[in-house]
């Protein structure tokens, strides 16, 4: 565990926590479809409780279905656009349909490959979320991604773990502060002129946000709303009448994720914010370049959001 | 037999097409699939500067055949291969590469890059759209082929092998899938994890007529396909033809080759120079093994 600002990759975190679970749970497998790399540890570790399939991702998760269905805690390992839409219907059908406790963890999420449309995963929030019994988590440092697999062991259903590109990416929080709980979010800054809400990779943007509009004398909360589902909609709520402006920014369409589940939320509620925007990739398929970059320029980075923000309250 | 001149002058280009690739892995700042281009040079050379029958001046001539790289993560090595022909301008891809708003990205779009025949870059999505393309030359009583080059790792795909049933079953002569047989993928090592052997069976299987070539001969791979029979729509016995080349991941570059490391990576200057040097000096072994005294020598 390492201290704010510490260069971390969440990918060698999920290998080190699949390890140690594995360890102490015998019903704990790892798969992958040639994308094993992380897990090589655990591997080498528990031969008899991995599987790598070769690049055939419809194939593991049916076979992490078959697992399930026997008892075991099987933890899919794989590139965010492939698990989530290669194999859409065996995570559905075979995993969801029967409540099976199977972990989909996924890194590449949005435009952190930089490989142009068919690796980015700007779709999977808005697909994996729409599935009955899935529970669907964005990791915006690379520590809680082993908060949410080791509490996941005490979670019976389907669970889609996101991250971004997960290679090195800095800490943002103490450790302690993140239990890695399914349905809660995170106050990331306190604030009462706004509220900011992000998933993932975007929070670091958001929170480096709400530091320009502080030197504006704007005071953004930034909230982590890291479990997309089931969201903490008590937290939602609290946010929209203390702060009464909300902007939702997520690597994914803008339509779809978390800014949906948000919105989907205020109608049924009745509740309607003094000002709302959504930032994220439009309805176009993106080209190459980095995601930083193309954060910029689609406008859901630090600058689109601290310039979403200003033009609510102007 | 393929003409020695011809051999020597695809030798030439494998080999320049392999130095550019080292120059953008060296300058680059992101990882290249360089592995995986490198087992390729040789087929990509002898399909875009041999086998097919492409004008990069009327690029969508309707008779024009088609080619779909669908192991997509290869595409700067189709881009060099290409603009070694003369269908983009080189200097670009060298300077554009996996930039922002460069046509020039990690996996080919077709929107973007005009040439292309179609995007992909998710594996096991190639042979399914050659084989679209193939019924529709049938369905139009066209005489051009289908090209469809493939990852080995590719094939763990189960959407390969429906469409290699269907393509089978309906006698798809006019298409040819090219597989680029390098024994290693990204994390499963064939052997230990995967074993995909009898390999060139299991295409039997599906009811292809396979032709197993060393895919760094560029005299073999011509005559392979040179060979290919002509386009009959009307033959009952036609077949589709998989072309399983035999190949190196890292071809030609001794830290790569074999070393799944290489999958993917980028070069320091050093690493970079002693590639570039090691090109050379292959090739010049190569020339000379294979009379590399006819056309002048240099
Ligand atoms: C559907 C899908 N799954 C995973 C990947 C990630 N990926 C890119 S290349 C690769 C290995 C490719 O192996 P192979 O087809 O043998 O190609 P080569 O070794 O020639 O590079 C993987 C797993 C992908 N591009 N598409």
Redesign the pocket.
Known sequence: MSAIGTMVSARGVVGQTLHELAAEHPHVWGLT???GDPIKAFAQAFPDRYVDVG?A?QNVVGIAAGLALEGMMPFVAG?AP?ISM?SLEQNRTDVCYQDLPVRFVGWGGGLTTGGGS??NAMEDVALMRTLVNMAVVSCSDPNMVGAVMRRSMAYEHPLYIRLGKGKSDPCIYEPETMTGEIGAGLVARDGGDATIMAHGELVAEALAAAEQLAADGIDARVVDMYSIKPLDTELLLRCVDETGYLVVTEDHLAFGGLASAIADVLVDEGVRPKGFRRLGVPQLYTGFGSAPEQWVKYGYGRDGVAAAVRELLA | MADPAEIRRLDELSAEMRRLLLRLCGHYSGAI?I??DM??VELLISLYHHGMNVDPDDFANPERDRFILS????AVGMYIAMALRGYFDMDEIMATYGQLDSAYGMHPCKIQLPGVESST????HGLPIAVGLAFAARQRRESHRVFCL??????C?GSVWESANTAGSYGLGNLVAVI?R?K???SSLEGVAMNLEPYPDKWRAFRWRVVEVDGHDVGAICDVLDALPPVDHDDPNAQPIAIVAHTV?GKGISFMERNVGW?AGSLTDEQMHEALAEVDARLAERLAATGGGIGGGS
């Open positions: 479809s040639d994308v690049i991702e590139m492939f290669r068919t690796h | 699939h592995g995986g087992s390729m192991k997509g993560h290869g870059g998710s594996l096991g493939l990852g080995d790792g590719e094939t795909e680029d390098n290693q993928m990204m991941k999958h």
